[in-house]
């Protein structure tokens, strides 16, 4: 099974910075990794998947890099909506398709 | 818009059969795959498994013994069977999507249900 372990737990930052949030996969898994956000009582939401593409409606400022073991997130400038959880997925080796422990983005 | 809607019982006695329904609108359930995952706040994010309307299913090994899940096109509808519950098994249970597209795609979940809480309590 896959590990995905994200780092770091919580993110605390103010709306307009900049956040970067990490994805690490305990083995290769190429560039299939998916991004989600999960705002307080809401399901999660697909932001990016194929490590780099984002899905329709996400705004630009959600970016997303990486291959192999090492995936990034990085939120240009947050807006007040953007302070949620945010979860990666793999889907390269399956199954099971697994999820990371999340990174929670806090105001500051 | 497609939207699902998870339905079923809130509370489910140990050793005995979780049964959850997720009815589809707005779009036929025909040309996706659609998994049910499942979150807890001791295990995070749990993908259980994933079914076409075929029939065909894909189970997360750990929970393949127990798990049944099934397809009915003329409901427009999923469901999932989880039996010999434990107090493990308490958790929000989503349906969601595949994004479709491809094979390769239908494991990105693109549309999720709002979630049901299952709790296992005698």
């Known amino acids: 099974e896959v590990v995905l372990t994200q780092s770091p737990a919580t993110l605390s930052l103010s709306p307009g910075d900049r956040a970067t949030l990490f994805c690490r996969a305990s083995?290769?898994?190429?560039?299939?990794l998916a991004w989600y956000q999960q705002r307080p009582g809401q399901a999660p939401r697909l932001l990016i998947y194929?490590?780099?593409n984002r899905a329709t409606d996400i705004p630009a400022r959600f970016s997303a890099s990486g291959s192999g073991t090492d995936f990034t997130l990085t939120i240009s400038s947050l807006e007040p909506e953007d302070f949620a959880v945010y979860y990666c997925q793999q889907r390269y080796r399956w199954p099971p398709l697994t999820f990371g422990g999340g990174t929670k983005v806090e105001i500051k | 818009q497609v939207q699902l809607q998870e339905s079923g019982p809130g509370l489910v006695k140990p050793s005995e059969t979780l049964s959850l329904s997720c009815s589809v609108s707005g779009g036929s359930i025909i040309a996706h795959c659609w998994s049910w995952i499942r979150q807890s706040a001791g295990k995070g994010l749990e993908w259980i498994g994933r079914?076409?309307?075929?029939?065909?299913?894909d189970y997360n090994p750990s929970l393949k013994s127990r798990v049944t899940m099934s397809a009915d096109t003329s409901k427009n509808q999923l469901s999932l069977k989880l039996n010999s519950v434990t107090a493990a098994d308490t958790a929000m249970y989503y349906c969601a999507r595949g994004l479709g597209g491809g094979a390769d795609l239908e494991n990105w979940f693109d549309t999720w249900g709002q979630g049901t809480l299952v709790t296992v309590s005698s």
């Open positions: 083995q290769d898994i190429s560039r299939y």
């Open positions: 194929d490590a780099s």
């Open positions: 079914v076409y309307a075929s029939g065909k299913t």
